[in-house]
């Protein structure tokens, strides 16, 4: 995984962008009708149940568009909220106030969404010994307020990108000719190069699987789309070999079947790519 200094430029990144593209040479609709010396505050408004993320990016924000911005923080990243909930209340400059209130709410909306949708996954795994895991199905852009949320909600994070982790996937083996062919030749770039990267294979049959058990060196086997005797055939076969991860449609409905067959892990996509927005406003108080 990439380290907390690599993750907080990317997080200076993401703002910066988002300002120059919503901002650019000013906000002429603040500009034009608030004056510059305008103080006041607005307080950030529940309009849902769910989990609330991106309080600690709101603060950020603020900080980056003007740093004598008070935020008064009432309820943290990772807390149930409900219908008519303030996180937070921001004081201070309107014009700033104003200039950083779409960024706050697009971020945090998306972010909550997702946590909330993790953390159901997590509460329907708290009587077994799996986690849940994120992929790389985010949007452009922002993977990194996105893998952020779901460890808010209490999910575990996935590689960050195809730099901090090998993943060698169906088309990898088949470009390759072969799984085993893939794996030894993975592991010798590894050596070339003298990188130190944790190797997860995707197995799409039982035959795979014995033919990456034939190797060594791999820490995670993906059980991609397998059914519920399958995959409890395939973590029986791997054992103690390495971790075990199962993918491929996991819903909600079932998640705890695919985890009683004794995976390590379960990876979903939906995490990131399939949840509604949580409504917040900020408003001026």
């Not at 699987?209 to 055939?233: A, H, M, P």
Request: proline residues 1%; negative net charge; glycine residues 8%.
């Amino acid at each position: 995984m990439i380290s907390s200094k690599q993750f907080n430029k990317e997080i200076s990144i993401i703002i910066a962008n988002a300002i120059r593209e919503d901002v650019g040479e000013g906000d002429h609709s603040s500009l034009a009708c608030i004056s510059n010396k305008a103080t006041g505050s607005a307080h950030l408004l529940v309009k849902d149940d769910g989990i609330i993320a991106g309080v600690a990016f709101a603060q950020q924000v603020f900080n980056f568009i003007d740093p004598t911005l008070v935020v008064d923080v009432k309820i943290t990243d990772g807390s149930p909220v409900k219908l008519g909930d303030v996180c937070f209340i921001v004081s201070g400059s309107s014009q700033s106030i104003l200039k950083a209130e779409r960024l706050v709410l697009n971020a945090m909306q998306r972010m909550s969404a997702i946590a909330t949708k993790t953390n159901q996954y997590v509460k329907l795994l708290e009587s077994t010994n799996t986690k849940i895991l994120d992929t790389r199905k985010t949007t452009p852009g922002i993977r990194a307020l996105e893998k952020w949320a779901v460890t808010i909600g209490g999910g575990e994070n996935h590689r960050f990108a195809l730099y901090d982790m090998i993943m060698l996937k169906d088309n990898h083996i088949d470009f390759c000719g072969g799984v085993v062919k893939a794996i030894e030749i993975t592991k010798q770039y590894l050596k070339d190069n003298n990188l130190d990267l944790k190797i997860i294979v995707e197995a799409r049959d039982f035959n795979e699987i014995e033919q990456i058990l034939s190797t060594t060196g791999v820490y995670r086997i993906l059980i991609d789309n397998f059914n519920f005797e399958d995959t409890k055939k395939a973590v029986a076969m791997i054992g103690d070999s390495c971790l075990t991860e199962s993918s491929g449609g996991i819903t909600l409905d079932t998640i705890v079947q695919y985890a009683k067959c004794g995976v390590d892990y379960i990876s979903s996509g939906a995490l990131t790519h399939s949840v509604h927005n949580m409504d917040l406003s900020l408003k001026a108080i």
